[in-house]
């Protein structure tokens, strides 16, 4: 857990670009990002994004910077995991965004 110490962009899988765009919703650090959690941090950077950001480059990239592993050698159960706490997410965000219209 040491890896926390160190800036965003001294992370694995987080390079200028991402970090830059990590600050702008308010993650500073990786302690934010895990109390935030990947997928939460995922879909803000969706919603500010013109483009949806690709998962692998984003999602796994995040988890794989709390874990301290490259996003490529995350285990194929992890990343089914964070597929489906994402659909589930969205699920949540898009019915709290219909009950306010």
């Known amino acids: ?6 800036r965003l962009t001294d992370a694995r ?11 702008e919703i308010g993650i500073h650090s990786l302690t ?8 939460k941090a995922y879909i803000r950077l969706a ?9 692998s480059h984003y999602l796994y990239a995040l988890q794989g910077a709390l874990m ?9 159960r992890l990343k089914k995991e964070l597929i489906d706490k994402l659909e589930k997410e969205r699920g ?6 219909l009950k306010g219209n």
């Open 13 to 23: 899988n987080i390079g200028p670009v991402i970090a830059k765009k990590l600050n």
């Open 1 to 6: 857990m040491d890896h926390f110490n160190h």
């Open 68 to 76: 301290n592993v490259y996003w490529i050698k995350l285990p194929k």
């Open 32 to 39: 934010a990002l895990a109390i935030l959690t990947p997928v």
């Open 47 to 55: 919603n500010q994004s013109k483009k949806t950001p690709p998962v």
């Open 92 to 97: 949540r965000e898009l019915k709290r965004n």
